[in-house]
C-alpha cells in the first residue's frame, strides 16, 4: 500500500540505503523536504515501510513548464526488484499529472538509470561525479 507520509518518516531508510546508515537521521534531511507543495511518498508491506521516495517543487535548468525534483529513492535491499519502486514513481506521476505539473527529473546514480528508464525517464546530461557517491545522470520524465 502507497500513501503520503510526513518528512520524518523517509529518515531511516535514506540513511540505511542511500548512506550506508553512516550519518544521523537528521543529516538525511534534504533542504527543500519540508517546502510548500512538496511530499513524500510511502510503500508499506505488511505495515513495514519498506520504500520511499521524496518530490520537490524545482524546475530543471530553462526546461519549459511546472518541475519536480524527484529525491531519495531508496527501497529496502530485501525488497527489491519486486516492482515496489517502479509502482510508487507511477503513483507519485498520476498525483503531478493532477496536480498540472509537466515533468519530473532527477539525478539518478548511473546504477540505477535502467529502473527509471524502465519507468519512462529519458537520460538527458552527460555523466557527471556526484562526490562521495559515484557518477550519475539527469533522467527526465514528461508527464504533461
Ligand atoms: C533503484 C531502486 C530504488 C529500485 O527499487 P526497486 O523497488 O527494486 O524497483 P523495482 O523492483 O520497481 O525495479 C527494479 C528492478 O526490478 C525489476 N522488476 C521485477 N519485478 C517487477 C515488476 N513487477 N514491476 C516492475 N519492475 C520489476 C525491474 O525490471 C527492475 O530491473 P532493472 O532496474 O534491473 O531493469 C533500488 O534498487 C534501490 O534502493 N537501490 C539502492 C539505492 C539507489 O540506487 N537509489 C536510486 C538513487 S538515484
Request: hydrophobic fraction near 35%; charge should be positive.
Amino acid at each position: 500500500m502507497i500513501r503520503f507520509i510526513p518528512p520524518s518518516e523517509v529518515l531511516a531508510i535514506r540513511n540505511e540505503v542511500l548512506r550506508e546508515g553512516r550519518l544521523t537521521l537528521e543529516q538525511c534531511r534534504f533542504p527543500g523536504d519540508q517546502s510548500e507543495g512538496s511530499f513524500h511518498l510511502g510503500y508499506f508491506e505488511q505495515d513495514k515501510l519498506i520504500c520511499v521516495a521524496s518530490f520537490h517543487p524545482k524546475s530543471y535548468q530553462d526546461y519549459h513548464g511546472i518541475g519536480y525534483q524527484l529525491r531519495g529513492m531508496a527501497t529496502l535491499e530485501n525488497f527489491r526488484g519486486k516492482g515496489r519502486g517502479n509502482q510508487l514513481v507511477n503513483f507519485a506521476i498520476v498525483y503531478l499529472r493532477g496536480q498540472k505539473v509537466n515533468y519530473v527529473w532527477c539525478n539518478a546514480r548511473k546504477k540505477a538509470i535502467r529502473f527509471y528508464q524502465n519507468i519512462g525517464f529519458e537520460n538527458i546530461s552527460d555523466e557527471f561525479e556526484v562526490p562521495g557517491v559515484g557518477p550519475h545522470h539527469v533522467l527526465y520524465l514528461k508527464i504533461q
